[in-house]
């Protein structure tokens, strides 16, 4: 997943802003009949229409098998025939139904028909002879994990995929101001160790099931908390390389990037990093309280937008949350840190080694 984070980010982005400009609020600045809407909505939505299709091509890197051939998987998936025959059955065996489902906007079934892919692929050369493998072993391979996929491994993944992102809006809807403490405050702490990727997937798999995430929701304070504790040390301290550094991290942080802020001031001064896990408390805390709600990938400052719901432009509950708990995020956090967090005398500590990022050569 993490090749397609940004591409996610900026596709919620995008349908974020639609959102807005046809509120009525704002006198419908832009209507959901006009060319130019249809067009900038595509854009937005293609990126999560076609996922079956990205998540082949990454997955295929990762298994090192050749990503053409999963993609096509992917592809055949999302196929507009197939698409318009979700809901309905693909054949029965005795009393076993065979449904199928709606694969757009899916992640996990594809991540399976990659791996069958390379062990087909695998397979397959071991008894084709060479000069019918061009053509031959694209062929039995495509359409092997396309009906498997279909047929068998699909529709059981894509109900457990919605079985837990059911549970897990349940779980925080339930929890409420608890959770939203809890993963406020640690989220940042996992991404110190790398484990936060294990969670964008969850994230991701929600938007594509559901529509919205409350768990991305929650996640966003603890960007901007962090962004607004590097921005303190930047405007306190006398060190032009430090303050320097600092504007551009808090920018990032700010923009949903924290690794700058993280590795390169906070952690260096450790109740700096304290204080932005302070700060994305609180504003987990509010989120977690009102059961605040993102409608696409992208959160921080930068992904207003996206707490917007797209089927409900007017309704600007989810939006007035959002700003509370981040304000909320960046006031607490700017003001502990300026306050207690960073002193000029303070000399930095032991820069921590950032973790690889997944699927990465490094």
């Not at 937005?44 to 999963?70: E, M, Q, R, S």
């Not at 504790?229 to 920018?251: C, N, P, Q, W």
């Not at 001031?265 to 302070?278: A, C, E, H, W």
Request: proline share 5%.
């Amino acid at each position: 997943m993490s090749p397609l984070i940004g591409p996610l980010a900026a596709s919620g982005i995008l349908k974020g802003i639609l959102a807005i400009l046809v509120m009525p609020q704002l006198g419908g600045l832009l209507s959901t009949k006009s060319t130019t809407y249809i067009l900038l909505n595509a854009i937005g939505d293609a990126t999560f229409f076609f996922l079956p299709v990205l998540v082949g091509y990454t997955a295929a890197l990762k298994l090192k098998v050749d990503p053409i051939l999963t993609a096509v998987v992917g592809a055949v998936l999302v196929h507009p025939t197939l698409v318009a025959l979700a809901g309905k059955s693909l054949g029965a065996i005795g009393s076993v139904n065979f449904p199928m489902v709606n694969y757009s906007y899916s992640i996990f079934p594809m991540i399976l028909a990659a791996w069958m892919v390379r062990e087909l692929n695998k397979w397959v050369k071991s008894w084709l002879p060479g000069y019918l493998q061009i053509i031959f072993t694209p062929l039995i391979v495509i359409a092997i994990a396309s009906i498997v996929t279909l047929y068998v491994t699909g529709p059981a993944i894509v109900n457990i995929s919605k079985g837990i992102a059911a549970f897990l809006q349940w779980l925080l809807l339930t929890s409420g101001w608890a959770s939203g403490l809890l993963i406020g405050g640690l989220y940042q702490v996992m991404v110190i160790f790398g484990l936060h990727w294990g969670i964008i997937p969850l994230v991701a798999n929600d938007l594509a099931t559901s529509g919205h995430s409350y768990l991305n929701a929650i996640i966003s304070s603890t960007m901007i908390s962090q962004g607004a504790a590097v921005l303190a040390v930047a405007i306190k301290t006398k060190k032009t390389d430090l303050k320097e550094l600092g504007f551009g991290a808090a920018i990032s942080a700010f923009c949903g990037v924290t690794e700058p802020a993280i590795y390169g001031v906070n952690l260096k001064y450790r109740r700096v990093f304290i204080t932005g896990l302070i700060g994305s408390a609180v504003g987990g805390f509010i989120t977690g309280l009102f059961h605040g709600n993102n409608f696409g990938f992208a959160s921080s400052w930068i992904g207003f937008a996206a707490f917007i719901d797209p089927n409900k432009p007017g309704d600007l509950t989810n939006f007035y949350i959002y700003l509370a708990a981040s304000i909320a995020s960046t006031v607490v956090a700017f003001v502990v840190a300026y306050v207690w967090g960073y002193k000029n005398s303070m000399k930095p500590g032991e820069a921590m080694k950032q973790p690889t990022l997944p699927g990465s050569k490094k």
